[in-house]
């Protein structure tokens, strides 16, 4: 896809303050620190639009991108980070529930697996309210950069076991090497389309 723009457009707290549903979204979605932000930066072509952080737990706002003036990017705040206040944590299931139920027009989640770490039950209960919502789900596992070539089937087939779903579900992606960035475009493309 050509990107003729990408312009943040806003940072909300609640998700009633998301933008009104007349375009499409794609939200991103998982773990602290899993590299959703990157993926959206490469996926755009945009060094950093989105601001990328060592430290988990940066993005805790529901953050709002559009492409093209034609639909949205959608950053959604990461969980399961210990070092995040408990006043934060509490906010986020009901945050992140309430947008995946209200809105009609997401076409997609974009769901991002570390390929070095086994799904754990936080990844788990996401998958099930998206099976819940009935949303589209595009699992990406990222950072594949960091394995060698020989792991890189193993983990995958740990992750696919983990959460369920099989091997071939998952695009591999790295926000380094950019592998990967082709394949997510074609899957969120056809997503839109539907
Ligand atoms: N090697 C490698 N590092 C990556 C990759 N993607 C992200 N990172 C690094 O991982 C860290 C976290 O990346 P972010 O994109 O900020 O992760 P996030 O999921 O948006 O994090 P939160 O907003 O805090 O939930 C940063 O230091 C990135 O540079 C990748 O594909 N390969
Ligand atoms: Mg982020």
Redesign the pocket.
């Known amino acids: 896809m050509e990107i003729k723009s990408a312009v943040f457009v806003k940072s909300a707290v609640a998700a009633d303050q998301a933008p009104s549903p007349i375009l499409n979204e794609i939200a991103?979605v998982?773990?602290?620190?899993?590299?959703?932000?990157?993926?959206?930066?490469?996926l755009l072509g945009r060094r950093s639009l989105?601001?990328?952080?060592?430290?988990?737990?940066?993005?805790?706002h529901i953050n709002f991108f559009l492409i093209n003036e034609n639909f949205y990017f959608v950053?959604l705040?990461?969980?399961g980070?210990a070092k995040v206040p408990l006043e934060v944590k509490r906010q986020w299931e009901p945050m992140v529930r309430k947008y995946l139920f209200d809105r009609s027009i997401l076409k997609a989640v974009v769901l991002?697996f570390d390929i070095r770490r086994v799904p754990n039950s936080d990844d788990i209960r996401m998958l099930d309210w998206l099976e819940e919502y009935n949303i589209p789900t595009i699992p990406v596992i990222?950072?594949?950069?960091?394995v060698s070539s020989g792991k890189r089937s193993s983990q995958v087939s740990k992750i696919a076991e983990q959460t369920g779903l099989p091997p071939q579900a998952f695009s591999c992606?790295?926000?380094?090497?950019r592998e990967g960035r082709d394949d997510v475009w074609e899957r969120i493309i056809s997503s839109l389309s539907a």
């Open positions: 991103f998982g773990k602290s620190n899993v590299g959703k932000s990157s993926l959206i930066n490469v989105v601001r990328t952080s060592k430290t988990p737990g940066r993005t805790q950053d705040p990461g969980y980070f991002l990222t950072k594949v950069d960091k992606f790295s926000a380094v090497t």
